[in-house]
T-cell receptor, first 112, second 114 residues
Framework: DGGITQSPKYLFRKEGQNVTLSCEQN?????MYWYRQDPGQGLRLIYY???????QKGDIAEGYSVSREKKESFPLTVTSAQKNPTAFYLC???????????FGPGTRLTVL | GQQLNQSPQSMFIQEGEDVSMNCTSS?????WLWYKQEPGEGPVLLIA?????ELTSNGRLTAQFGITRKDSFLNISASIPSDVGIYFC??????????????FGKGTKLSVKP
């Protein structure tokens, strides 16, 4: 059953702690993306990776880090440097950069 | 950065009504996509448009890629309660590098009339 999985669905962390959000896809897609969504807002791009072992900053990369060591995995770390980390985080993938993107179910992060 | 203007911001539907929403930009886009998002879930791709003037249907949904390549609209005919959700337009400026990244509108929230 092909798709994109994100875990966990809900995540709570104390202020000042780093937290890593998981994103896995078994669609054999080359490109993967991380977005942040705030209430009433569109999606804003955090980081993207067009191919394994390569990634680029998006529009709001400050306070976040990623890695792309495997084609199927693109974890996002929300660091303590991110000033307002509470948000809904969405991972997406596409067969190649510039093709339609397909989204995972999202992780809602709440920092207390 | 680039922005898409999506309107209306919200609307209320009564079952059976037709619904229309649109997105405009000051930039020329290579591709237009329409997604639907339900509460607490990821967006689901509804329709993808690749050529200026293209009109594409998916069931009761019809979307068009504007002739100027700066706009797109989505129509939903004979709405039903399960149409409620947030509809997002997204555009791509090109295919290579950052040009292939999606730029999203802020969404149109569809709710059912009380």
């Amino acid at each position: 059953d092909g798709g994109i999985t994100q875990s966990p669905k809900y995540l709570f962390r104390k202020e000042g702690q780093n937290v890593t959000l998981s994103c896995e896809q078994n669609l054999n897609h080359d490109a993967m993306y991380w977005y942040r969504q705030d209430p009433g807002q569109g999606l804003r791009l955090i980081y993207y990776s067009q191919i394994v072992n390569d990634f680029q900053k998006g529009d709001i990369a400050e306070g976040y880090s990623v890695s792309r060591e495997k084609k199927e995995s693109f974890p996002l770390t929300v660091t303590s440097a991110q000033k307002n980390p509470t948000a809904f985080y969405l991972c997406a993938s596409s067969i190649a950069a510039g093709n339609e993107q397909f989204f995972g179910p999202g992780t809602r992060l709440t920092v207390l | 950065g680039q922005q898409l203007n999506q309107s209306p911001q919200s609307m209320f539907i009564q079952e059976g009504e037709d619904v229309s929403m649109n997105c405009t930009s000051s930039s020329i886009f290579n591709t237009w996509l329409w997604y639907k998002q339900e509460p607490g879930e990821g967006p689901v791709l509804l329709i993808a448009l690749y050529k200026a003037g293209e009109l594409t249907s998916n069931g009761r949904l019809t979307a068009q890629f504007g002739i100027t390549r700066k706009d797109s609209f989505l129509n939903i005919s004979a709405s039903i309660p399960s149409d409620v959700g947030i509809y997002f337009c997204a555009g791509q400026l090109g295919h290579g590098g950052s040009q292939g990244n999606l730029i999203f509108g802020k969404g149109t929230k569809l709710s059912v009339k009380p």
